[in-house]
C-alpha cells in the first residue's frame, strides 16, 4: 500500500461559490416577494440562484398550538414562529460554501417533514420572506436588502387566492387571520424593515427598471468574486513552481509496456479504434495502481487443498467520482477492475468569458462519507482548477482528504503541485506528466470529437 507523505500545512482555496451573494426580498403577505424574485431569477439568466424561503423555516407546532392554528387563533406571523437561529446556521453554513439540508415545512399540517432539501454551491441565494430583514445576523450576511411594497388590500386579494389554491384554506378562515395576526403583525414588524431597505420596490416585478438595477448590481459582484478566484489560482501556482512533487504522487513507472501504450497513445495517425484499445488498457493499469492506495485487512482463507493462505481483504467499500466528461474514458477500465463499483459523477466545465471553473452537476451517493476509498477520475489534468474543485466537492461532502484518490493519464506538474498545496492528504495515480495549458486532448481523440 502507497504511504503518504506527512502532513503539510494546506495552502488556502475558496472555491468560487463560497462568500456567495446574497439578496434578502421583504414585504407585506401578498405583495410579490416571490414574484420579484422569480422576475431577478429569470433576469440573472444563470444556473446558480436559488430562492430560499422563510417559510421553510417555520417551528412545527405542538399539539395545542396546531389546534389553534387551524381554528386561524394562532399567530403564525411574527418573529418567534420562525426558528431564526437554523436559518442563520444554514445561511452560515452556504456563505462558507458547505452543503446544507434545508428542512421542508407542510402547511396544511403545521409541522416541518422529515425529508429535508439539499442544497450546495449556489452563487447567488435569494432570501425571500415578510420577516427577511428582521434579525440583525442575517442582516450582516445580506450584501442587497429589498422591500417590495404594495397597498394592503391588493396584498389581501392575492393571499386569499394564494392559499385557497395552494394551502387548501377557507376564504373565512384567511380573513379572519388577516385581521387578527398578519395585518397587526405587518404594522409592528414588517413595514419597519423599509428603512433598512436599500432599494424599495413599488409595483413588484412589473418594476422592470427596479429589476434591472438589481440584476446589474448582482452581476458587478459576481465579475469581482471571479476574478478575486482566477487571481487565488494563478497564486496557488506561483508559490508552488519551484517545490519537488510530494511522497503522495504514484507515477507509473515507464517499462517498456508503458512507453509502448503511450508511444501509440500520443501517436497521431493512430485510429480511434486503436486508441480507445490502448487507453483501456492504460486506464486499467491505472486503476489497478489506484487499488494499492486502498485499506486492506489480514484475512486468512484455505485452498482447495486445505492449506491456510494469509492474505487480505478490503477494509470497506471502494467508490468512483468521475469527472465528466474526460474521467469517462477511465470508466471501461475501472469497470474491468472493480465490475460493481459505486460511482457517482460530477460536471465541472470553465466559463469561455471568464475562465473560472464552474460546477453544472453533481450526483454522489448519499453516504459516500462512509466509504473506504473514493476514486476520483479525469483523464487529464492541467491547471488543476477543475481537480480542485472537485476534491473541494468531496470534502465538502463528509468525504475525509486521505481517502480521495486522484487518477489520472496526463497532469500538469504545476496544476498537480496546486492541488497538493490545497489538499496534501490525498493520493495521486498519474501515467505520465504534461503541460499546464496542454490542451485536452484524451476525451477529443477517445470520443471522436
Not at 210 to 219: H, K, L, T, W
Not at 232 to 239: A, C, R, S, Y
Not at 249 to 271: A, D, S, Y
Request: with cysteine; proline share 5%; glycine share 6%.
Amino acid at each position: 500500500m502507497a504511504s503518504t507523505s506527512p502532513a503539510a500545512a494546506a495552502a488556502c482555496y475558496t472555491p468560487p461559490w463560497a462568500d456567495m451573494s446574497m439578496i434578502g426580498v421583504a414585504g407585506s403577505s401578498g405583495s410579490g416577494k416571490t414574484s420579484l424574485a422569480v422576475e431577478i431569477v429569470k433576469a440573472l439568466d444563470l444556473p446558480w440562484v436559488i430562492i430560499l424561503s422563510i417559510d421553510s423555516f417555520y417551528k412545527s407546532l405542538n399539539e395545542e398550538q396546531n389546534r389553534l392554528a387551524h381554528l386561524n387563533e394562532y399567530d403564525l406571523d411574527s418573529p418567534a414562529s420562525i426558528d431564526f437561529d437554523l436559518l442563520v446556521e444554514c445561511l452560515s453554513q452556504l456563505k462558507q460554501g458547505k452543503r446544507v439540508n434545508i428542512p421542508v415545512y407542510s402547511f396544511p399540517l403545521h409541522q416541518r417533514l422529515e425529508e429535508t432539501v439539499s442544497v450546495y454551491s449556489p452563487h447567488v441565494v435569494i432570501l425571500e420572506g415578510n420577516l427577511a430583514l428582521v434579525d440583525p445576523r442575517v442582516l450582516k450576511m445580506l450584501d442587497m436588502k429589498i422591500f417590495v411594497e404594495a397597498d394592503l388590500d391588493l396584498c389581501l386579494s392575492r393571499r386569499l387566492v394564494r392559499d385557497v389554491r395552494e394551502r387548501g384554506r377557507d376564504i373565512e378562515g384567511i380573513i379572519k387571520q388577516w385581521f387578527d395576526w398578519v395585518k397587526p403583525v405587518y404594522l409592528k414588524w414588517v413595514e419597519p424593515q423599509k428603512e433598512g431597505a436599500d432599494i424599495i420596490v413599488p409595483r413588484g416585478m412589473q418594476n422592470k427598471m427596479a429589476i434591472a438595477m438589481i440584476v446589474n448590481q448582482v452581476r458587478r459582484m459576481l465579475k469581482d468574486k471571479s476574478i478575486r478566484h482566477n487571481a487565488e489560482l494563478e497564486k496557488l501556482g506561483q508559490d508552488v513552481e519551484d517545490s519537488p512533487l510530494p511522497e503522495n504522487v504514484i507515477l507509473l513507472e515507464h517499462k517498456p509496456q508503458i512507453r509502448g501504450v503511450g508511444t501509440i497513445l500520443r501517436n497521431t495517425i493512430t485510429p480511434q479504434e486503436e486508441f480507445v484499445f490502448y487507453f483501456n488498457r492504460l486506464s486499467a493499469i491505472l486503476i489497478e495502481t489506484a487499488l494499492d492506495c486502498h485499506s486492506y485487512l489480514p484475512s486468512t482463507v484455505y485452498t482447495s487443498q486445505g492449506y491456510g493462505y494469509n492474505g487480505l481483504k478490503s477494509a470497506g467499500i471502494i467508490s468512483a467520482v468521475v469527472i465528466l466528461r474526460g474521467g469517462s474514458c477511465l470508466e471501461p477500465g475501472l469497470r474491468r477492475t472493480i465490475p460493481d463499483c459505486l460511482t457517482g459523477r460530477m460536471l465541472i466545465q470553465s466559463n469561455l468569458r471568464t475562465a473560472e471553473p464552474e460546477l453544472h452537476y453533481l450526483k454522489l451517493f448519499p453516504d459516500i462519507e462512509k466509504h473506504k476509498t473514493v476514486l476520483l477520475l479525469d483523464s487529464q489534468m492541467s491547471s488543476g482548477g477543475a481537480a480542485l474543485m472537485a476534491v473541494k466537492v468531496l470534502v465538502d461532502h463528509g468525504v475525509a482528504e486521505e481517502k480521495i484518490v486522484f487518477v489520472t493519464c496526463l497532469a500538469g506538474k504545476r496544476g498537480l503541485k496546486r492541488l497538493l498545496s490545497v489538499f496534501p492528504k490525498i493520493q495521486v495515480v498519474a501515467a505520465n506528466m504534461g503541460d499546464e495549458y496542454e490542451k485536452r486532448w484524451i476525451e477529443e481523440r477517445y470520443f471522436g470529437c
